[in-house]
């Protein structure tokens, strides 16, 4: 379980292919604690820690994930957003984040905002019902509110630390990020779909 509070932008430094995508990532403040097997929010995704070392950390990627989530991710050179797990007792500044993408968003517009930005997404088909107005989503592993519903889309407004101290600053129409809409709209929708 995540906050959608980024730690720091990391840095995908080497990719192998084989049965998984194992993936080493530059980083230092989430190394500070890190260990094997320890779980760590990638742009958002999930995953755990194989290997540890002075400089970074690998992980391994199902191909599941790696059709769930936005390709330009796990290329050489991305700067990903991290997140170390949640402890028990931690503040809970954002939102629970699960670091289970629901799918890729795509940007389609940035305007301008008095202080801020607003970046419009359109999630993928089936997920906006997920997605209210004041409620939260994670994009990219960033914790944000909904600030607006436009058709099937969305927006967020970003404030000028959150695009400093993650990646979404360097976004621009047409750019996907990994969307995972709120937890608690999931629960509530599937068990009105019951009833």
């Known amino acids: 379980m995540f906050t959608g509070l980024v730690e720091e932008t990391g840095k995908i430094l080497e990719v192998e292919e084989g049965p998984f995508l194992k993936v080493r990532i ?3 403040r ?13 742009d958002g995704v999930c995953l755990t820690a194989v290997a540890v070392d002075g ?5 391994e990627l199902a191909r599941e994930t790696l059709r769930r ?3 330009t991710t796990w290329r050489v050179g991305h700067r990903p957003n991290l997140e170390r797990a949640l402890k028990v007792g931690d503040r809970l500044g954002g ?12 940007l389609v517009e940035v305007r301008e905002a008095p202080g801020a930005r607003d970046f419009v ?15 939260s989503v994670a994009l990219n592993g960033v914790s944000l509110t909904v600030a607006g ?3 099937e889309a969305f927006l967020v407004t970003l ?10 600053g360097g976004l621009g129409p047409g750019d996907r990020v990994n969307l995972e809409v709120d937890l608690i709209a999931r629960y509530v929708a599937r068990l009105l779909g019951r009833a």
């Open 55 to 59: 400089e970074g950390f690998w992980v």
């Open 95 to 106: 939102h629970f984040v699960t670091g289970h993408v629901d799918g890729v968003a795509e």
């Open 121 to 135: 997404f359109l999630p993928p088909r089936g997920l906006s019902p997920y997605l209210a107005e004041k409620g």
């Open 159 to 168: 404030i000028p630390h959150t695009l400093a101290v993650t990646n979404l």
């Open 26 to 28: 530059g980083a230092r």
């Open 69 to 71: 989530t936005a390709p």
């Open 149 to 151: 519903l436009e058709g």
């Open 30 to 42: 989430v190394l500070e604690d890190l260990e094997v097997g320890d779980s760590v929010a990638v």
